[in-house]
Nanobody, 115 residues
Framework: QVQLVESGGGLVQPGGSLRLSCAAS????????MGWFRQAPGKQRDLVATITSSGSTNYADSVKGRFTISRDNAKNTVYLQMNSLKPEDTAVYYC?????????WGQGTQVTVSS
């Protein structure tokens, strides 16, 4: 069975930082592209960042320069370092693993940016 388990979400003030983690099992982690998506209430799920098996990264314009995606293949874990957080970053953040037709999602972790 495939499992993606996110952690690290919580409540932070604007300008603060959080580091999300996603631990994967049941896949050959090193060959999968990993991604972070987010979904705010009443909105669609949008791509935040991706990182390929070779380490190439891609970011949504809204987070470029503030967020960093990384992976540790030895730990089967992908991270999202979020800095300079804004209220509009508030959402449930989901981890995704994908390779061709294979697509898996985590359960999500809540990030709330508020004073």
């Amino acid at each position: 069975q495939v499992q993606l388990v996110e952690s690290g979400g919580g409540l932070v003030q604007p300008g603060g930082s959080l580091r999300l983690s996603c631990a994967a099992s049941g896949i050959i982690f090193s060959i999968y592209t990993m991604g972070w998506f987010r979904q705010a209430p009443g909105k669609q799920r949008d791509l935040v960042a991706t990182i390929t098996s070779s380490g190439s990264t891609n970011y949504a314009d809204s987070v470029k320069g503030r967020f960093t995606i990384s992976r540790d293949n030895a730990k089967n874990t992908v991270y999202l370092q979020m800095n300079s957080l804004k209220p509009e970053d508030t959402a449930v953040y989901y981890c995704r693993a994908f390779l061709r037709k294979n697509n898996y999602w985590g359960q999500g972790t809540q990030v709330t940016v508020s004073s």
